[in-house]
């Protein structure tokens, strides 16, 4: 069984299709020219994020555009291993390629929703216009407080006076 996947069974792409220039050409036109815009749409998304200002998780563009490029290695290998064989790079490419993927979307699929910003944003709403009732609420009690404890003390003023002066009769 292990004979089945040893590295000296398979023969590079190019000996393969050597009979067929043309077809060799074919594929490594293509994997050139995908490689290419795997490389460059990251530059797209790149200023669509830089130009956005109102992007709540710029950082998920960012992963996305690493995948991207990670993408275009994969097609980079696929060209290489047209020459030699070094089919275990491409594989540990293309296993790192579907890893990436399986561990980025959890991930994504934790992150909030705009309904569940909006529900947050609503009840912080409510919780400050609270506090804020809570707070002049104390402001009119401690007015009032005050007002009495000065009436009172005035009060206590006038019948201290007045001791005093039937003291003094």
Known sequence: MWDLFSIDRYLPHSI??????????????????????????????MYFVKERQDLEFKWVANLFILFILWCGITHVTD????????????ALVSVLTAVMIWVVIPKALALPSPETHRRANESLRREVE???????????ARDDL???VAD?????????????EEIRM
């Open 16 to 45: 393969c299709l050597a009979e067929n220039s043309s077809l060799l050409a074919t594929m490594a036109g293509s994997d050139a020219v995908i490689a290419f815009s795997y490389f460059s749409i990251p530059l797209g998304i």
């Open 79 to 90: 060209l290489v291993t047209l020459w030699i064989p070094i089919y275990e790079l491409e």
């Open 130 to 140: 609270e506090r804020r009732e809570a707070e002049q609420n104390l402001r009119l």
């Open 146 to 148: 005050e007002q009495r």
């Open 152 to 164: 009172r003390t005035a009060e206590l003023i006038q019948l201290n006076h007045q001791l005093t």
